[in-house]
């Protein structure tokens, strides 16, 4: 059975830093496509990072240069380093991974389509205070 399993979310001020982990269970994700989501309150689910098996990532456009997906296939986990951290970054942050087994750079333009990630983990909250 698939499950992701995330971790690292927390309090900072804005200007910290923090570290997400996603660990994945239950299958070999080479192949697939993971992903880093976040959801604040009243708003929608919004794609942040994505990142192939042959390690290329995107990202979404006000988190470049301060957010790097990165994966660990040894460990069977998935990372978010988030640096220079700010207020408007809160929310719940998820990693999923996509449902098919595909790669392509077109895949990794943002903003992804959460519909096409069929595995979510429950969450990990960051909150940034200004």
């Known amino acids: 059975q698939v499950q992701l399993v995330e971790s690292g979310g927390g309090s900072v001020q804005a200007g910290g830093s923090l570290r997400l982990s996603c660990s994945v269970l239950?299958?070999?994700?080479?192949?697939?496509?993971m992903a880093w989501f976040r959801q604040a309150p009243g708003k929608e689910r919004e794609g942040v990072a994505a990142?192939?098996?042959?390690?290329?990532?995107g990202y979404k456009s006000t988190v470049k240069g301060r957010f790097t997906i990165s994966q660990d296939n040894a460990k069977g986990t998935l990372y978010l380093q988030m640096n220079s951290l700010k207020p408007e970054d809160t929310a719940m942050y998820y990693c999923?991974?996509?449902?098919?087994?595909?790669?392509?750079?077109?895949?990794?333009?943002?903003?992804?389509?959460?519909?096409?990630?069929?595995?979510w983990g429950v969450g990990t909250q960051v909150t940034v205070s200004s």
């Open positions: 990142i192939d098996c042959q390690r290329t990532t």
């Open positions: 239950g299958y070999d994700y080479s192949g697939y496509i």
């Open positions: 999923a991974r996509r449902s098919e087994r595909a790669q392509g750079w077109w895949l990794l333009l943002f903003p992804l389509d959460p519909a096409e990630f069929g595995y």
